[in-house]
Each structure stands twice: as structure tokens, then as C-alpha cells.
């Protein structure tokens, strides 16, 4: 089992700048992605906001490709958002996500619990 600790959400004003964390800790392994995602009011479903691979690679929705920088320190197995430039629309619940490969060949998926960034003047 994976445990996920998020933190860093908080209030700021447009314009402004976060900086996310998600501590992952338990039955990790090495081949595996960690992302955040999130879900705006009123909204339904989570999308994507980036996520990276243990390999490397990393992918950002259009709407934030410039502003947030994902980036990872795979000593301590966390991972970091950092969000530049935030606007109004940015507000949502963040979720870390995080998939481990183990040794059957099963992706296991975890979430966090959620961190609320509002973006208000």
C-alpha cells in the first residue's frame, strides 16, 4: 500500500505563485509515474495538470504548459508543482496521483487526499 501526503495549496492573488508537494512513502517502486490532477467547482471530473514518468518524461496540459513546472527529488520520492503566473481559472482541488509497477506486472494507482488552490483577488 502507498501513502500520499500532499501539501502547498493555499489562497493567492492572481498573478501570483504556489508550490505543491506529494511525499509518497509505503510499497513504492522504481518504474513509476507521479502526477497532479485537478478538479475545478462544479466540475465533475479530474484533469490532467502534469505528470512525469521515473524515466523522465513529463507532460503538461496546454492550459498550463509555461506556468507550472513538475519536477521530482526521487530520494526523498516526492514531487513538487511548482505554479507560476496563477489566474482565476487555476482554482481547484489538486490531487497527486501516482502509479507503481511491481514486480506481477500490475499497475497500482494511488491518490492523495486533495489540496485546495484558490486563485482570488
Known amino acids: 500500500q502507498v501513502q500520499l501526503v500532499e501539501s502547498g495549496g493555499g489562497l493567492v492573488q492572481p498573478g501570483g505563485s504556489l508550490r505543491l508537494s506529494c511525499a509518497a512513502s509505503?510499497?513504492?517502486?522504481?518504474?513509476?509515474?507521479m502526477g497532479w490532477f485537478r478538479q475545478a467547482p462544479g466540475e465533475e471530473e479530474r484533469e490532467l495538470v502534469a505528470?512525469?514518468?521515473?524515466?523522465?518524461?513529463?507532460i503538461y496540459a496546454t492550459s498550463v504548459k509555461g506556468r507550472f513546472t513538475l519536477s521530482r527529488d526521487n530520494g526523498k520520492n516526492t514531487l513538487f508543482l511548482q505554479m507560476e503566473s496563477l489566474k482565476v481559472e487555476d482554482t481547484a482541488v489538486y490531487y497527486c496521483?501516482?502509479?507503481?509497477?511491481?514486480?506481477?506486472?500490475?499497475?497500482?494507482?494511488?491518490w492523495g487526499q486533495g489540496t485546495q488552490v484558490t486563485v482570488s483577488s
Open positions: 496521483k501516482r502509479e507503481d509497477y511491481d514486480p506481477s506486472s500490475v499497475w497500482l494507482t494511488t
Open positions: 509505503g510499497r513504492i517502486f522504481s518504474t513509476n509515474t
Open positions: 505528470t512525469g514518468t521515473s524515466g523522465g518524461t513529463v
